[in-house]
């Protein structure tokens, strides 16, 4: 993924039975709140973020309209802008065996 913040994340470490879209204008509890380590300018963000919830979470957000919502097994979530989110989620679904 993405920039200076980039890394590779084994697919068995994704939660993607509670993964899910979502649009952050209507999810005020995953709302990026205090960046950690990262970059925000105008509309990107990138990097280690806390939610509004306290959660922490690795994203990569050019439109927060078209999101995807990814716990991991490792302690963190992952906030990415697709676009088409749906058939993002079903081909990692599918490289996984549950599609």
Known sequence: MGDLWGRTIPLDHLELGDARIIDLRGEPDLV???????????????????????????????DRRRVVYIPTRDGYSLLLSQSDPRRFLEALQDATGGG
């Open 32 to 62: 990026p709140r205090r960046r950690t380590a990262g970059t925000a300018l105008g509309g990107y963000s990138a990097g280690w973020f806390r939610l509004r919830n306290g959660e922490k979470s690795l994203l990569y957000l050019t």
